[in-house]
């Protein structure tokens, strides 16, 4: 038997070519060559106004935190279905977190709650899209402009992926990618924030290095460099730009791949959705899919628990994914808000498959069949439950 791991690194030839000329370029610090062309990379193909990578999404996240003069006691509004990251940035600031719970459809945040969760103490609004599918843009970006907010993007799984064509990250104020591991590009660890308007351009460099204008300094901008504000250490060394930049000349190999494995999936497993024994994952009109993950929702927790160890004792590992973070042991006697069904629902019964660029097709045959052959196997014991979602 063959294991099949959730995820496996995928780290293209050149990568090894890059790291060397990093080195030998004897600058393998932040911002060097390999920053730059994949900065370049971001403007010129993708038209971003102006991205600084960092050594994850959580500092891209922890900056616009900053950049958000966030400070203590203002509400931040996030959903519950996330990664710790998104509400930590704001937390380290003094923020109260003001959870939202996903959508009925996809367990993305449900943009006609939000309105309802704000309040004076109200400062920014942060959609997550998970598994790289939109959010409803323009109901979360009209209802920020009426209320003077913030908008931060955590587009942590949303590389490649687009509302109504926009790159996801450029729509709000600012957006935080990761390069992690898991993630569809990857520099091991890594990130990217994406400042969409000018007047955040020079603060945001001058946080990325340390509360220092030495950005301004190297391009001859200012005759001596000092320190103008706060900041941190943000900028990843450049060996780490050299592996992400691999990542980015291979970037639509990679993704006609994983697209290739998603709708494998999804092709295969329809039936199961039309027979009612599961959910697949479903992509609203607005939104583009950039296949980061393959979800199943099950009928019940128990089925999970079922079936993920059907697949382990079969050599797949198919894994859950978010515990809320409104009943997270950190967070939950604070949580002042209402219950959030939806939310609870994907963290009892989501199911992400196996999805990483070396996976072959015959795998994916061999990970359906798996699964089909488990609901053939315990048809009696689930239909009944599954009309309860
Ligand atoms: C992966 C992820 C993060 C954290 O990214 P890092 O690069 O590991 O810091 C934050 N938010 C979401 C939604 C993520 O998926």
Known sequence: MTFIPFNKPYVPIQSYE???EAIGRGKISGNGFFTQRCHNFFCDQLKFKKVLLTSSCTDALEMSAILTQISPGDEV???SFTFPSTANAFILRGAHIVFADSESTNPNMDASQVASLITEKTKAIVPVHYAGVSCDMDTIMQIAR???????EDAAQAIDSYYKGIPLGTIGHFGAFSFHETKNLSSGEGGMLAINHERYFDRSEHIWEKGTNRSSFFRNEVDKYGWVDIGSSFLPSDII???LYAQLEEMDTIQSKRLQIWDRY???LKHLEQNGYLRLPSIPDYASNNAHLFYLICSCEKQR???ILYLKNRGISAIFHYLPLHKSP???DKYRGPKLPHSELYADRLLRLPLYYNLELDQVDQIVETICEFFSTKK???SASINER
């Not at 009426?146 to 931060?152: A, G, H, M, R, S």
């Open 380 to 382: 009696t014991i689930y």
């Open 241 to 243: 730009a050299a592996l």
């Open 305 to 307: 628990q079922d079936l």
């Open 266 to 268: 999804y092709s295969q």
């Open 146 to 152: 009426e209320n003077q907010l913030y908008v931060v």
């Open 18 to 20: 890059y790291i060397k």
């Open 330 to 332: 950190y967070y939950k």
């Open 77 to 79: 509004i996030m959903p």
